[in-house]
């Protein structure tokens, strides 16, 4: 099947400092990924979606201007954790769909811990 | 907006066991259903999906769901678990139709399946 990578797989940063995370399409071409949270022992919670060539479109309740998101190209999206606070730790997961639509494939998730 | 439940948010259950994890949605027009499994340290995966066509599916490992329109429910059934079968299990939607395969996911139900 598709496969979608992520790095780093964890990372740890001081309070205030920005974090980038790297979401590839191995063996496919994506123009829509998606960037999920997920909280311990809670579901996935989408954050945005990010489209290849135009800006990203966010959920209610998520602030654009710190979860930064750039899809460089049709692999490659990422997503920066501006100034980042403790209260930003948590497992990010990517997804995408190869086709467009579904089923997407899920990224093994970057932990990250703001201390 | 559409939600996702899983009613069952831990199940222990000894090898050969049957199985049944709940799942239902609310959303009123057409729907894209999943059933995804997270084993321990590893990324998601699609265990099955339906689409649309005969609401009796099968996926990977011996498992099927079954897609009750009238009741919105999508449950995951197995007629005997195994130990590897230990992991978490997400039901996600998403709108028929939609290009942007956005899923809602449900909370997770985690499953213990003692040798």
């Known amino acids: 099947g598709a496969v979608v990578s992520q790095h780093p797989s964890r990372v740890i940063c001081k309070s205030g400092t920005s974090v980038k995370i790297e979401c590839r399409s191995l063996?496919?071409?994506?123009?829509?990924m998606f960037w999920y949270r997920q909280f311990p022992k809670q579901s996935l919670m989408l954050m945005a979606t990010?489209?290849?060539?135009?800006?990203?479109?966010?959920e209610q309740g998520v602030e654009k201007d710190k979860f930064l998101i750039n899809h460089a190209s049709l692999t490659l999206s990422t997503l920066t954790v501006t100034s980042a606070h403790p209260e930003d730790s948590s497992f990010y997961i990517c997804?995408?769909?190869?086709?467009?639509?579904?089923?997407?494939?899920f990224g093994p998730g970057t932990r990250l811990l703001v201390l | 907006a559409q939600s996702v439940s899983q009613h069952n948010h831990h199940v222990i259950l000894s090898e050969a066991a049957s199985l049944e994890l709940g799942c239902n949605y609310s959303?009123?027009?057409?729907?894209?259903l999943f059933w995804y499994v997270q084993y321990p340290g590893q990324h998601l995966q699609l265990l099955l999906k339906?689409?649309?066509?005969?609401?009796l599916v099968k996926g990977i490992k011996g498992f099927e769901a079954e897609f009750i329109k009238s009741k919105f429910s999508f449950n995951l059934r197995k007629p005997s678990v195994q130990w590897s079968d230990t992991a978490e299990y997400f039901c996600?939607?998403?709108?028929?139709?939609?290009?942007?395969?956005?899923?809602?996911f449900g909370r997770g139900t985690q499953l213990t399946v003692w040798p």
């Open positions: 990010s489209n290849e060539g135009s800006k990203a479109t966010y």
């Open positions: 997804s995408a769909p190869p086709t467009g639509g579904n089923p997407q494939y």
């Open positions: 339906y689409f649309s066509g005969d609401p």
């Open positions: 063996d496919f071409q994506a123009t829509t």
């Open positions: 959303y009123g027009g057409t729907v894209n």
């Open positions: 996600a939607v998403t709108a028929g139709g939609s290009t942007l395969g956005r899923l809602y």
